[in-house]
């Protein structure tokens, strides 16, 4: 059975569209926003929302979701209640929900209960950016057994090899980092995204979504003329925070450039 | 056992772009630990740089005050620097030369091992950034002018509990900005794979000495060690050499304010398996796995985890696992000088404080040896300000 994510990129394929892929914290500025904010996206047409779960120490992050993510945890947010608000956001919406956790949250959840409980609620897939492959066998064969995507990351740093072990056992879409950082980086826009991009490509039909450094409506097009979606973090999680009149008009230029 | 495993404990729990550089590491580790012109160079330096081998002493007024078993101190207090540090500072900066990087960045709670960086990297020629968090400025402002002086910038990191674990959490994302140039020079037995490795290779000279020492001395091993246990590498350093004879070990941890108070670092007396900064270990977590904050007289034990070997070591009983409170240890931390003229590093009073604890209530042909992991130099300030004097 394909999930709502390979629904969406086969779709989009059909239609020689890229995806648009916002990324917001759960719980920030505060819980309360959190579902309409994601009616919101999609309403400006995103394609597949990945949902930020708070963590006290998010190392592949930098300062904007950081701050996020304090926030968010200031509020009390957790995982367990974040899976609760999917099932509730679930009745009103279809759109693929993927979160983006660090594996902390999830060991301490107990990974077979987490899988359970993340695909009962309506979560599609997971990116959790410090389990690398290599540590997450058990949780690939759970998450696979509840059709829930495991979404992997490759890196400019990536060799054959891993680029090999990264996009088998990823599902839904492969999370290719624009370059050697954190989010919120200044993205440097050369040839060695496409390059890169297109050795994922020999060895793997999945389809490559490029994250990490893009925030503006120019650089969203360059990475959708290489790649098969965008994501987009932490341009779009400070303007909720600093200008949130401006969110709407921003969101529809980001869908429009991709 | 799974590659990179101590039991169910370790692993290499990090963002994908690290991996490689991981890989460079264990290969570059693995080939430098059998090249002999590598082995040989870090000999040297161990010797007439570092100034190994540091001497085993007989504490014989701190045994009679103790009225129980022989006292002996390992003196990594006497390494160049002032702590065990330098032995695994130097050997990575040593590595990352070899693996043709211009740059090397650390982490620092005490400051010792920002401090040993800072000369690794001075006497290979590498650049040098550390990363500090403020409070632990604070509390070991002396090292940071000491840093400085070295030639490393000391970055402050104002993030969270503004202590260790922000220290390393900075420092994993410079590296991961700056893999290629750049080697992360951990301080300790954790982290990803094959860190605990390397740095436990690095340290394991405490403990091959010592054994010969005390053969030396007492014609016999000794009944027991004990060390303080922040990340773990001195402990790891003079265990590692015993544990497959029959010897007691006793890892001391910081007890704070007292389990109860929440206000401590003892892992295993107060924490759960949980996934931090790369590796599987004890942590002190709550329900929903976020990380606590930690407290401790001691900057350098004042962290929300502990290496992966040992916890394998705790759930397999060979080392006891036990903390001192940051009372016990700043007593320890005077009757030292009182006693033996020397003063401890505040990490190394709570080895101290046990010893204090553990020896009267055995024999006097009992012998212990207890890792004298730093001096104390670097925290007379603090205690001076904690005992309400300003210097
Ligand atoms: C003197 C001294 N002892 C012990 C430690 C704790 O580290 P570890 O447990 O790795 O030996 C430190 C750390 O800063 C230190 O400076």
Known sequence: MNSRIQDRFNSLRAEGRKAFIPYIMFGDPDTGTTESLILMLEDCGADVIELGVPFTDPLADGPT????????????VTLKGIIRAVASIRE??????????????VYKYGDVRFVRDAANAGVDGVIIPD?????AHEFISEARGRNLDTIFLLAPTSTEERIRLVARASRGFVYYVSMTGITGSKLKMDDSIKRLIGKIKAVSDKPVCVGFGVSTP???????????GVIIGSAIVK??????????KFLLGLRKAI | MKKGYFGNYGGRFVPETLI????ELDQAFRDASHDAGFKEELRLLQQTYIGRPTPLYFASRLTERLKGAKVYLKREDLCHTGAHKLNNALGQAMLAKVMGKKRIIAETGAGQHGVATATGASITGLECDIYMGTEDMRRQALNVFRMKLLGARVIEVNK???TLKDAINESLRDWTTNVTDTHYVLGTVFGPHPFPTIVKYFQSVIGREARKQIIKAENRLPDYLIACVGGGSNAMGLFNAFLKDKVGMVGVEAGGEGIRSGKHAARFAGGSVGVFQGCKSYLLQDRDGNVLSTHSVSAGLDYASVGPEHAFLHDSKRVRYTYATDKEALRAFELLP???GIIPALESAHAIAEAVKLAPGLSKKDIIIVNLSGRGDKDVQHVARIKGTEI
């Open chain 2, 160 to 162: 969270g509990s503004k």
């Open chain 1, 218 to 228: 120019d650089q969203a097009k360059a990475m959708a003329a290489v790649a098969d």
């Open chain 1, 131 to 135: 389990l690398p492959p290599d540590e």
């Open chain 1, 92 to 105: 009103k919406t279809d759109i693929p929900i993927v979160l983006m956790t660090y594996y902390n949250p």
């Open chain 2, 20 to 23: 490689p550089a991981l890989q």
């Open chain 1, 65 to 76: 979701i950081q701050m996020a993510a304090e926030r968010a945890l200031a509020q009390g």
């Open chain 1, 239 to 248: 303007t909720i925070n600093t200008a949130p009149s401006k969110l709407e």
């Open chain 2, 338 to 340: 009182e006693v033996e």
